[in-house]
């Protein structure tokens, strides 16, 4: 009889529990967790690509970004609560506990979706619910940019003995992915997925990771393994735009020493502009092109590109990178400061103020054209301090030769503007053409010069001339607002009126005459004399620009020693011989600091650099005599934090253990008081009413100093005594 309800209680026992699985499992958990994948496909698809930077792996969350799925999430939290307060029992508790936590992280709630995950990862009895709480834990750090907690999450799961789920590795692989990616270290980006790629079973993600870690490879210059991966997305049958970036890519992924390969790849890309499908894509085909001919070495064809690019763009962001290219190249390549500002002030007004190089670019735009000024400055001074020494023969010989080059170089301008208003409708100033095709290209009505012009003939013949403004077509306004207007343009068209000059006189109209050329060279040394402080003021301050903002230690090094050879007597010689020292102190610069060091000393001993300089070396023995106080304390700070996070994590037995070890360690430190209050917050967590607890609060409110932990005790000795009423 006994046997027999045993049994039965068993049986009823299993009944009781798999009803409880059951019901939790295909009801509200089925509910909230197929309502979840929606929303997690949702934000994948919004997520608003730049295909000129390397993807990120995961959208950014914050309060704002889980707004427009405030409601879905709102329901995932509602379901999944209800087996937690109805099934309490159920096997789906804590995989509904993390539904919960994910859509609180989803909604921007990071505290209360901390505190899910830790109450997972502290009661679960279950270690793959605790390893995904742990994992979705280190993405909430991640997304806070708490660097400390994400990569020690990193670290406890990858000691962990139970093996981690396939889930939850490609999760763990993939958050690791995304802090990289975050950080902008493309390696570790790229290892991170390779490792996430065999558990990630959902397509778009698949693509997306294929995607990256091709990207990466390529700018690596891992032309194989570019080719590889590129390979498998194209066969993955990803979006069509992703389909024609990797075919772009696949095609510029050569090996550029192989003739055959670079000549490959320029018929792919003359292939794809002449294709129909590729139309809305040619801004991105010309950008691609910029850069495959710069890896070529063919700056002209690469900024040609680059034009076309720009002058074919509708997205903000293309024409943003493209600008940057053209500053970058004018900046490194060529040298041209004034074109590399320009263009670096066209990417700063064309980018988002949200953008992550936004401040950046703003600030090299501004610090160029600074620079400019003052290399034009020392420029032009070093032309005519050239012209000073040479006799009256040598100088007309240099100025005609110079005349003679400007007025080539505007002969030169024509042409090209002629050509490409015929035949090459997008075809940029002073570039020679990339990949040049037998068609004519684009046929838009405002890439035909002759077309505007006779269209804008036409027009005025109807209408008059009428400025740009809105409801143009109004009579009245026309009649009111024009009037005058008409009247002079009717005067202006009028041939007998008109000058009988022709275009082509003027053409030269901007270069100066050898005359006016002439008057400009110093005829006295006191002249030169000027000329040289002038332009020795221009080498101080493009050498210090070289080396504070530019970072190119050696041009800025070079500068200043040019300015201590025109004048070795000027008030700031002190300053620059300081600035030298620095220079050669960093590891680029390839000279030792003492040479300028010892000079700033001796003859200039009174001087505040000298005193900066003495003030400096004492700091540096200062602090080689503290060392070893600055490894201890170091080493109590690592400790101290270690601690820290096993209590924050919940595990307080070995944060217990942790806290003791450092009172014996670090008698004296200064975080005494906290210790002791973390290690009785410690034994609470292991024990809520523990008695050992109330005895140490105790003591500690009637030896501790600091009144803010004093209180804390109080509260905390005050809870325990409530607790154990009856």
């Known amino acids: 009889m006994r046997t027999f309800i045993a049994i039965y209680l068993l049986l009823l026992f299993q009944a009781c529990q798999l009803y409880h699985d059951t019901t939790s499992r295909f009801n509200a958990h089925f509910l909230a967790q197929e309502k979840m994948k929606e929303v997690e496909a949702a934000m994948l698809s919004a997520i608003s690509d730049d295909y000129t930077q390397i993807l990120q792996v995961f959208p950014r969350i914050d309060s704002a970004s889980g707004v427009a799925h405030q409601s879905a999430l709102e329901y995932v939290i509602e379901k999944a609560s209800l087996p937690i307060k109805l099934h309490e029992r159920s096997k789906w508790v804590d995989d509904c506990y993390l539904l919960i936590g994910k859509a609180r992280l989803y909604l921007g709630d990071f505290r209360n979706a901390a505190n899910t995950f830790k109450y997972i990862n502290t009661k679960s009895t279950d270690p793959n619910a605790r390893h995904a709480a742990l994992v979705w834990l280190q993405r909430l750090f991640i997304e806070q940019g708490n660097d400390k907690d994400a990569l020690y999450v990193a670290e406890y799961l990858s000691k962990e003995d139970y093996p981690v789920s396939n889930a939850n590795a490609r999760d763990f692989y993939l958050n690791m992915a995304h802090y990289y990616r975050l950080k902008q270290d493309l390696p570790r980006t790229a290892a991170y997925l390779e490792k996430s790629l065999p558990y990630i079973v959902n397509k778009e993600m698949r693509i997306r990771a294929l995607f990256i870690v091709a990207q990466i490879s390529q700018q690596l210059g891992q032309i194989q393994k570019a080719h590889q991966y590129y390979s498998q997305l194209i066969r993955h049958n990803p979006p069509y735009e992703m389909l024609f970036l990797a075919q772009l890519h696949l095609a510029s992924a050569v090996d550029f020493n192989d003739a055959t390969a670079v000549e490959k790849a320029q018929k792919s890309f003359r292939s794809m502009l002449k294709d129909p499908k590729n139309a809305e894509y040619a801004t991105r085909i010309w950008y691609e092109a910029g850069n495959f001919e710069l890896q070529c070495g063919n700056i002209e064809k690469a900024i040609s590109a680059w034009q076309r690019s720009i002058a074919s763009a509708t997205q903000p962001q293309q024409k943003a990178a493209a600008y940057l290219q053209l500053a970058q190249a004018y900046y490194e390549q060529l040298q041209d400061y004034e074109k590399a500002s320009s263009y670096y002030d066209s990417a700063a007004q064309t980018l988002s103020p949200s953008a992550s190089n936004y401040e950046l670019v703003k600030k090299r735009s501004e610090i160029l054209k600074e620079f400019a000024a003052k290399r034009r400055q020392v420029e032009q001074a070093e032309r005519l301090l050239k012209l000073y020494g040479m006799n009256q023969e040598q100088r007309h010989q240099f100025l005609q030769k110079e005349i003679q080059e400007e007025k080539a170089a505007i002969d030169k301008q024509l042409k090209e503007n002629s050509t490409a208003s015929a035949n090459k409708p997008i075809a940029p100033k002073n570039t020679s053409e990339p990949f040049p095709t037998q068609s004519g290209g684009s046929t838009w009505y405002f890439y035909n010069a002759q077309t505007v012009a006779n269209g804008k003939t036409a027009f005025v013949r109807t209408w008059g001339n009428i400025p740009l403004a809105d409801y143009w077509r109004l009579s009245d ?21 008109n000058s009988t000059a022709s275009p082509q006189a003027d053409k030269y109209a901007s270069v100066q005459s050898i005359e006016s050329r002439l008057a400009e060279i110093p005829s006295t040394e006191a002249e030169a004399e000027q000329l040289k402080q002038k332009m020795a003021e221009g080498l ?6 070289y ?113 003791s070890a450092i009172e014996k360690q670090y008698a004296d430190n200064p975080f005494g008081e906290q210790v002791s209050m973390l290690k009785i917050l410690s034994q609470l967590g292991l024990a809520p009413n523990s008695s050992q607890a109330v005895s140490q609060l105790e003591a500690f409110i009637s030896t501790a100093r600091q009144n803010e932990l004093i209180e804390m005790a109080k509260t905390l000795l005050q809870k325990i005594q409530e607790n154990k009423q009856p």
């Open 540 to 545: 101080y301050h493009t050498g210090k620009m």
């Open 477 to 497: 306004k026309v009649r009111d607002a024009l009037a005058d207007d008409l009247n002079s343009y009717s005067a202006a068209s009028n041939p007998k009126d």
């Open 547 to 659: 080396f504070q903002f530019l970072d190119e230690p050696q041009k800025a090094r070079a500068d200043l020693l040019r300015f201590l050879e025109l004048a070795p007597t000027h008030p700031k010689v002190p300053e620059v011989l300081y600035t030298l020292a620095r220079i050669c102190d960093t590891e680029t610069a390839r000279c030792q600091p003492e040479e300028y060091t010892q000079l700033l000393l001796e003859k200039y001993p009174q001087s505040a650099y000298a005193q900066l300089l003495r003030k400096d070396k004492a700091q540096d023995a200062t602090a080689s005599n503290s060392q070893a106080a600055i490894q201890v304390s170091t080493a109590l700070l690592k400790d101290y934090a270690a601690a820290y996070e096993l209590y924050q994590t919940g595990y307080y037995q070995q944060a217990l253990e942790a806290f």
